[in-house]
Structures are given as structure tokens and as C-alpha cells.
């Protein structure tokens, strides 16, 4: 058996381990029948009674965004009980995953939730690491909370009128998208079954310039926006042109309305219009799709577009729709598809900003299945239309926005222990000049430092340790969607990312995972204790010709999960435990199922008396940190001598300098011992030999120069 079949015959039965030791959550990557996001009957397909405690029977899916109202039987007839809703009829946030939480929500007639159910997730974490009941858990905590309440992840804060819920320790990207999904979804259909009131906006106050601007000016000062969304954003190769390409504007304002319609199609529509309705105007220039949707009968909705307006939603029935028939603008694009929208609603202003949202099935490459998905482009007549000019508005942070302001204490504290690890690595001449080989303390007493550091703060407190299926996510996002909101949620593996790829291409991998690697610095301290407390003795390096031959293992492991996650990523995350991170880590080696404490147990152990061996043999991580090592600025110093003498090679734990006196910048680690060797007139057999002759001579022992060989004595000529 090879050693990489071995690597994944080993994941494998961790998974099954696991498995056996609770039962697998059928949730995640469940497949949901298609039915479920299209039938009229969703009850049909999914058990809405286990959010809607009492209930006895469902109505079809009504409204926009759709929902479904619950009923128990009772003298005879129906009692409603409440709504009952499918998180991604009405939203696709992504979760860590990337991929939407998919949730069957109950709410009663008085807006509060009575069930919540994870129909479908992919989160790994849930799965392997974390157990699934801790989001069952999380989610309970929403039971009888009321839609309209202001519920946030963290702490409670009264004065700010802000309930908080507890999070998921190690989850906390999920548990933020999750309370999201929960509070827009509820918000939504409570709007609709008048459970909550919307929103009242002051109206805007036009300013008819007399004006009639081109298309280009349009375009220029705002009055018209672009939608374009890619064939790939949505699952589907490039085709040489948009998915949808569409254009859009507000009509009521006199000066924009005239220059699209013209003088006589403008007076017209306005006076067809009712207090309080808006005009706006969408075509189509490019694209393979319809915004219409092909499903359109009369009587229903136009279900490909809608308004957005802060938590407010405005859908298109056919009565809203009028024809368009051309652009007045001199320069407007040719169009295949128009239409003008009526939203009939005292809620929408034209002062503030809006959003119009283009909603489409998105392929998942991965998996080839249909999920919802949203894009919108925000719109915001400009100012010099409205009689004193834009309101002034607050915006909301952004989730992950809010999450940085919320650490900013930890994250400069974390970012000042990666900086102040370069800075000490910069001045490491300096540092292993000072050193001797019977004294290394200049350059360690920085190097244990860190690795305490690394080890509680980042380790155990931040649970902030790289893992490769953080490279997975990023690569399929690279390949498929890049999201930089997603990846800004965790603000400690962001920033350590970004100290990772700068090192790497600087020094090699060596500074991460020699000095600020969490696990592979309590692998290293665990062996240098083992050293402390009388096991040196028991102490061991594999031979050389076998570590050369077991290196390659890690860079085996790391292509066999690159290349299974482009089948599954499910898998490849259920393969990524050969990284006993999150086990040590993220969720605590007392706190899983035996094999995964196991498995991690093993490894520390065997640390005591091998330097590092998860890190020389098994990590996939360090296989995709070695390759760019290839490529650093800078390496660590040698000797014409080196390629012939073996005094550093002995004494390498990292294994990672060859016969020939070569270092191998892909293994090696920087400990900086041969460093302290290169410079050490006692310990490098080049330097001895110079210092013996010079002393037998007489000679002056002159400094060691950078070059590592004592600055060269030159006679001087003799003055007169």
C-alpha cells in the first residue's frame, strides 16, 4: 500500500470513528429534493410541523418572497398558527462554507419563532469538529424571540436595546451568517402578513432642470446603473458574453424621465401613475436570460427582479409592468428586452438609496446542483435632482466590519506578535553572532517566546491556526467566486495569511512553521522538554535516506486533497483531518470521538522523542508552503566548505541539508543552528582550522566576516 493510499485509508477511518461514536448529521451536503425550491406544495417535501409545533396542514407557497401559512384543525375548521418559510427562497447569505445554511423557519401569527430546522449545510466544522447539536443549540435560542427585536451575536446590551446570542466557539462566521438568514427571512414575510409595519420614508422633492442629457451623461452622474452578471458567477462557462447585462433608472424625477422616455411617453406614464407610485425602467442589452423569467403567468409575479430598500422588499405583478418601447437618449444601447416597473408602495422613497436585485439558480460546480442566488447594484439619484440634496443617511457596518472593530484590541496584539517575529528574524545575524553552540540562548530565548505565544495566544486563545482547507476554500473561490467579505469574517486568519504569503516569498516556509506555527511550536516545545526532563537519551532522527524518502508523503497528501476537492470538497474536508488542528485546537482533544483524540495524541506523543513529526512527514499545509519556498529572496548562508563537511547536517532536526552540504529551503525550518555554526570560530571545522593555524602562528584572530571566514590580514608596506 502506498503511503498517500495510506494517508486516506487513515481520514477515512477517522470518519468512521467518528461516525460511530455519534451519529452522522444527515444535514450536511443533504440532498434536498428539486421540488423543494419550486413546488407550489412545499410541505410535500419537507416536515414543516417540526418548526410549527400543533400544526396539521399547509397552505401552497404565497406571497414575495414566498412562504407558506400553517393551520391546526379546530371546530370543524382552520386555525392559523403562524408562517413557515425556506431561508433560500428569500436569502443566499453564505456561511463559512461559502455556501448558503439552508433553514425551515416557523414564526407564529405574533412574530415569534417557534422552530428552526437545518434542512442542508457545508460547513465541515459541524461535521468533523464542532457537533452538530451546538448549532441545534444556537439556533433554540431564537424560540420565542420576536422578528422586530434588535438580536445580535455576542452580549446583551439594554441601554443599546440589543438582545445578544451565544455564539459557536471556533464558529463564529456561521453563527453570524446564520443569525442574519434568521432575522431577514422572518423580517420579510412579517412585512408581508403585517406583523411588522414598514418603513415610512420622507419623499423626494424633484428638481426639474429642463434639462435633456444624453445617455452617456446619464450614466455618468448616476441617474442610470448596470447590473452585469458573468456566466461563470452563476455556474456556467463563459459563453462570450454577460449571463444578464441590464440597465436601470428612476423615472419620476422630470429631468431623468424626459431624457429617457421623450416629452410625450413621459407626461403620459406620470399620469397614470397614483399617489405614491414609483416608475422605474429596466432593459436588457446583452445577456442569455430573461430578467421577465420564463415562468410568468398572469396574475403571478415577476420573480426574476425586485427592489430592495434597507430591509424592505418590492415585487413586480403584472399589473405593475408597462411596455417600453425605446430610449429618447441620443447614444442609448440597443436593447432586447424592456420594461417599465411600477412599485406601489408608500414605503419606498426615492431620496434614499435602493438596490435593484437580479435573482438567479446558481450551478454549484462542485456538487452540480441548483442553489438561489442574488445580485443587485445599488442606485441613488443624484443629488442635484432633489431640492436639498441627499439625506444624510447612516449605513450599518458591514458584518465584518463590525467583527474587527469589536477585536480591535486582540487583532493589533496578534498583528504586533507577527510583526515582532519578522523583525527579530531580520536581525538574526546579529542575533546567532551572539550565540555559541554550547549557548544558543540570544537566538531561543525569541524563538520560545514565540512558540509560548503562538501556542496559548493564537493556539488555544484566538483558535487561529492556518489549515489547508482554508487553502481549499480559497482556491475554489479563486477558481469559482471570490468573496473577500468571506474571508474578512476571521479577521486572525486573515491577517496570518497575509503574514504567511509575504514571509514565504521572503524567507522560505520556514518562519511560520518553525517559529509561528501553533501546532508544529508545541510539537517542537514538547520535544525540547522531552530533552529537559531526562528523555534525551530516547531521543531519535529517522535515517536520512528514509526521511528523504518520507518527505514526500506531505506534498503526496496535499495534491491527493487538491485534487479530491475538485470532485467533493465535502470529502477533501473530511480528508483534511490528517491535520490534527482542529482536534488539539479548535475543539479540544478531550471534547471529540476517540479516534480524532487519538489520532492527535499519537502525533504530540511521538513528538517528545522525534523533532516534528507531522511537520516533516504528514502536514499538506507545509507541502503548500514548501513549493513557493522555491522561489523566497533570501536564504540562509553556506561555505565553499559546506558541500564536504557534515557538522551542521548532524546536528539538523529538520533534516533538511544534504550530502552535498545543501540546504533544502522547501524542509527547512530556520532553528538557525547552522547559523550559529557559520559563525562560531570553536564550532565550524572551517573557522577551527583558521583559528589553530592562526594561533600556531601568532597571527591576530580578526573578526568573522558576513561571508562567515575571518577578515583576511593584509600586509601593509612599510613607511619611510
Not at 601 to 612: D, Y
Request: proline share 6%; charged share 20%.
Amino acid at each position: 500500500m502506498s503511503a498517500l493510499a495510506a494517508l486516506r485509508n487513515l481520514a477515512f477511518a477517522l470518519t468512521l470513528g467518528a461516525c460511530a461514536g455519534s451519529a452522522l448529521a444527515n444535514s450536511y451536503e443533504a440532498q434536498l429534493p428539486p421540488e423543494l425550491s419550486t413546488s407550489p406544495h412545499m410541505c410535500d417535501y419537507v416536515a414543516c410541523a417540526d418548526v410549527m409545533p400543533g400544526a396539521d396542514s399547509f397552505s401552497e407557497r404565497k406571497g414575495q418572497p414566498p412562504y407558506v401559512e400553517a393551520y391546526r384543525s379546530a371546530d370543524g375548521g382552520k386555525q392559523l398558527l403562524g408562517y413557515v418559510m425556506l431561508s433560500t427562497d428569500i436569502t443566499d447569505i453564505p456561511a463559512y462554507s461559502g455556501k448558503p445554511v439552508v433553514t425551515l423557519i416557523g414564526m407564529d401569527t405574533t412574530g415569534h419563532f417557534t422552530g428552526v430546522k437545518v434542512l442542508k449545510h457545508s460547513e465541515p466544522i459541524l461535521l468533523l469538529g464542532i457537533p452538530e447539536e451546538a448549532l441545534i443549540e444556537f439556533n433554540n435560542q431564537y424560540l420565542g424571540k420576536f422578528v422586530g427585536d434588535n438580536i445580535e451575536i455576542g452580549r446583551s446590551r439594554p441601554e443599546q436595546d440589543i438582545i445578544g446570542l451565544d455564539a459557536i466557539t471556533g464558529a463564529t462566521v456561521t453563527v453570524i451568517a446564520q443569525n442574519q438568514v434568521m432575522m431577514l427571512s422572518g423580517g420579510e414575510v412579517a412585512k408581508q402578513v403585517g406583523i411588522l409595519k414598514p418603513t415610512i420614508r420622507p419623499q423626494a422633492k424633484f428638481i426639474d432642470t429642463g434639462a435633456k442629457p444624453s445617455w452617456q451623461q446619464l450614466v455618468e452622474d448616476g441617474s442610470v446603473q448596470r447590473l452585469t452578471v458573468a456566466a461563470e458567477e452563476v455556474g456556467l462557462p463563459h459563453r462570450g458574453q454577460p449571463y444578464i447585462d441590464l440597465w436601470f433608472g428612476y423615472l419620476n424625477e422630470p429631468t431623468v424621465g424626459r431624457a429617457v422616455l421623450g416629452d410625450g411617453p413621459y407626461n403620459s406614464l406620470m399620469s397614470r401613475l397614483g399617489e405614491g407610485d414609483h416608475a422605474l425602467f429596466i432593459v436588457r442589452s446583452a445577456g442569455i436570460e430573461s430578467f421577465k423569467g420564463s415562468g410568468f403567468v398572469r396574475g403571478g409575479i415577476y420573480d426574476r427582479v425586485q427592489v430592495r430598500q434597507e430591509r424592505d422588499a418590492f415585487t413586480f405583478r403584472d399589473t405593475d409592468y408597462f411596455n417600453l418601447y425605446g430610449i429618447a437618449a441620443a447614444g442609448a444601447p440597443a436593447f432586447s428586452e424592456s420594461a417599465i416597473f411600477i412599485v406601489r408602495s408608500g414605503a419606498f422613497s426615492a431620496a434614499y438609496p435602493w438596490k435593484l436585485v437580479f435573482l438567479a439558480n446558481k450551478m454549484d460546480k462542485a456538487t452540480g446542483a441548483k442553489t438561489f442566488a442574488n445580485f443587485d447594484t445599488e442606485y441613488w439619484l443624484p443629488a442635484t435632482y432633489m431640492e436639498g440634496g441627499h439625506p444624510e443617511i447612516v449605513k450599518p457596518d458591514p458584518v465584518w466590519l463590525k467583527i474587527w472593530k469589536e477585536r480591535m484590541v486582540t487583532i493589533i496584539a496578534f498583528t504586533a506578535f507577527l510583526v515582532a517575529i519578522a523583525v527579530v528574524y531580520s536581525q538574526r545575524d546579529t542575533l546567532v553572532r551572539r550565540s555559541t553552540r554550547k549557548n544558543k540562548w540570544p537566538v531561543n530565548a525569541f524563538k520560545y517566546v514565540g512558540w509560548v505565544i503562538s501556542i496559548g495566544f493564537v493556539g488555544f486563545g484566538l483558535l487561529a491556526q492556518p489549515s489547508i482547507t482554508q487553502v481549499l476554500t480559497w482556491f475554489h473561490a479563486l477558481l469559482f467566486q471570490w468573496q473577500w467579505e468571506l474571508f474578512l469574517s476571521d479577521p486572525f486568519i486573515f491577517i496570518f495569511w497575509w503574514f504567511i504569503i509575504i514571509t514565504v516569498f521572503l524567507w522560505g516556509r520556514g518562519l511560520f512553521c518553525g517559529w509561528a506555527c501553533p501546532f508544529g511550536s508545541l510539537s517542537e516545545l514538547l520535544y525540547k522538554i522531552g530533552g529537559w526532563v531526562g528523555l534525551k537519551r530516547y531521543q531519535f532522527k529517522l535515517p536520512k535516506p528514509l526521511h528523504d524518502k518520507l518527505k514526500w508523503v506531505k506534498y503526496g497528501v496535499f495534491f491527493g486533497l487538491l485534487a479530491v476537492s475538485m470532485f467533493s470538497m465535502g470529502l477533501a474536508e473530511k480528508l483534511a483531518e490528517v491535520e490534527p488542528f482542529k482536534t488539539t485546537f479548535l475543539v479540544g482533544l478531550f471534547n471529540r470521538s476517540w479516534p480524532y483524540t487519538l489520532f492527535a495524541s499519537a502525533l504530540l506523543g511521538l513528538s517528545i522523542f522525534t523533532e516534528r513529526p507531522f511537520c516533516k512527514y504528514l502536514c499538506p499545509l507545509g507541502a503548500g508552503l514548501a513549493m513557493p519556498s522555491t522561489f523566497r529572496w533570501f536564504g540562509l548562508k553556506r561555505k565553499q566548505e559546506c558541500d564536504s563537511c557534515k557538522a551542521c547536517a548532524v546536528g539538523c532536526g529538520s533534516q533538511a541539508i544534504d550530502k552535498d552540504g545543501r540546504i533544502d529551503q522547501r524542509e527547512c525550518l530556520l532553528c538557525m543552528d547552522c547559523m550559529v555554526y557559520y559563525y562560531e570560530d570553536h564550532a565550524c571545522p572551517p573557522l577551527s582550522q583558521e583559528r589553530k593555524r592562526r594561533t600556531k602562528a601568532g597571527l591576530t584572530l580578526t573578526p568573522i566576516g558576513a561571508d562567515g571566514y575571518y577578515i583576511p590580514i593584509k600586509p601593509v608596506a612599510a613607511t619611510k
